[in-house]
């Protein structure tokens, strides 16, 4: 009956927060919540294959330091204007990851971190689209994602 049983206590009560606590809101709240239980079961994600648990760690302290230093660089092109040879731009940028939940991680991590958004994923040509608000080196931008991101998540799932 309820494929998530935990996932559905935890949406009654994140609706039971944003919208009170009455007898009607409960019921349409477990009604919500189930639904969303048997819809996530239909989707059947897979279970994520974590080889190095403790680089995860790791992982969030760089993403964490790398979107507060993005959110100073783009307060500073909204404050300042763009510096002469700056320009926004798409990026294509090529993965060798191949792991679904890794991918998912790299594509939160690069939409989070102001400056860029993650557009497109070409599962054949293995490649990402991203728009970066201020590009200046497509070289370095396309390392920076490599070594940074991309080789710490190849680490971390098999």
């Known amino acids: 009956m309820l494929p998530y049983p935990i996932l559905t206590v935890f949406?009654?009560?994140m609706w039971l927060l944003?919208?009170?606590f009455?007898?009607?809101h409960f019921v349409l709240g477990t009604l919500v919540a189930v639904f969303a239980s048997w819809g996530m079961a239909s989707l059947r994600p897979d279970k994520?294959?974590?080889r190095n648990w403790h680089l995860l760690f790791k992982l969030f302290g760089v993403a964490f330091y790398d979107i507060i230093r993005s959110n100073l660089a783009v307060a500073s092109v909204i404050l300042r204007g763009r510096p002469k040879g700056h320009t926004s731009s798409f990026l294509l940028l090529p993965l060798e990851i191949e792991d679904r939940t890794a991918l998912a991680l790299l594509a939160v991590i690069l939409t989070s971190t102001p400056g860029s958004a993650w557009l497109?994923?070409?599962s054949h040509d293995r490649t990402v689209l991203l728009h970066v608000l201020d590009l200046v080196d497509e070289e370095q931008w396309i390392d920076t994602i490599k070594n940074r991101y991309e080789k710490l998540l190849m680490e971390i799932f098999a």
Do not use: A, R, S
């Open 18 to 20: 944003l919208n009170g």
């Open 120 to 122: 497109e994923y070409d």
């Open 11 to 13: 949406l009654i009560l």
């Open 22 to 24: 009455t007898l009607g």
């Open 48 to 50: 994520p294959k974590i």
